[in-house]
């Protein structure tokens, strides 16, 4: 896996931080989305965004770099939208309009699909990098290690840290709480092992699934949203396997 794009990191956390200091962002309480208004969102701009590209031969996306992961790589950019008038109003749940979603487009070279990034995780998971940084950093390289959960991963142990857990709420399974987990460089992400073999079993993809592909993928076909700040996941000894190349 291509390492997270620290750059890109910093980039998100500056407009967050932005956004908390003007009172933009939405109360908590205004920020659950109904998943049926959401489903509308995703339509409107896939439309606009099908609109735009059949009119320019272009994408509606914001630049990004190479080393940018594969789901967060190509944003919508909101203001080419605009300014086309091929949307009339941003998304209510849109980081552009102070809400908890980024908006962003899979599979641009075949069929660019709609999809949404949850900065609420995504924040949680820098803030938990963070943490494993500096304890790192304080302990000559030492990384706050917990459970192995795949050769080269771990779990985080909060407790060496003196630190209380960071949770992160699923945006598959709501009720459902997703760990961290880290490599042996100390690079965290989200473990979504859990709601990629709910999803297997759901489907009973068991004996379909190629041990090449990109697990994730299957989350983003079944889901409005992407698995943020993720590792790949690869099917080994039948169970969803973090891996550390995309």
């Known amino acids: 896996m291509k390492r997270i794009n620290k750059a890109a990191s910093a980039v998100i956390l500056l407009l967050l931080c932005c956004s908390f200091l003007t009172g933009c962002m939405y109360p908590k309480e205004m920020r659950k989305e109904n998943q049926a208004a959401t489903g509308e969102f995703v339509v409107v701009v896939q439309n606009a965004v099908d609109q735009f590209h059949a009119k320019t031969g272009v994408l509606p996306i914001k630049n990004s770099t190479e080393s940018t992961p594969i789901f967060e790589k190509y944003p919508i950019d909101f203001k080419k939208l605009k300014e086309r008038a091929f949307i009339s109003n941003v998304p209510v ?12 487009l899979v599979d641009p070279e075949t069929k660019p699909a709609v999809k949404m990034m949850d900065l609420v995780s995504y924040q949680q998971a820098v803030e938990a990098q963070k943490l494993v ?8 390289g ?3 290690k917990g459970e192995v959960v795949a050769p ?4 985080i142990d909060f407790e060496k840290m003196n630190k209380k857990p960071i949770q992160v709420q699923s945006m598959y399974t709501r009720q459902v709480i997703l760990p961290f987990i ?11 092992s859990e709601e990629l073999m709910r999803l297997i079993d759901k489907k009973s993809l068991q004996n379909s699934l190629d041990a090449k592909q990109d697990l994730r993928e299957l989350l983003v076909k079944e889901s409005f949203y992407i698995p943020a700040r993720s590792f790949a996941y690869r099917w080994k000894n039948g169970q969803p396997t973090p891996d550390n190349k995309e």
Request: aromatic letters at 14%.
């Open 142 to 144: 030492a990384l706050p």
């Open 93 to 104: 749940n849109a980081f552009e309009n102070g809400g908890t979603a980024i908006y962003v």
């Open 152 to 155: 080269s991963f771990t779990r």
């Open 133 to 140: 940084d500096e304890f790192k950093s304080k302990n000559a």
């Open 182 to 192: 880290m490599n042996e460089s100390g690079e965290v992400a989200i473990d979504y």
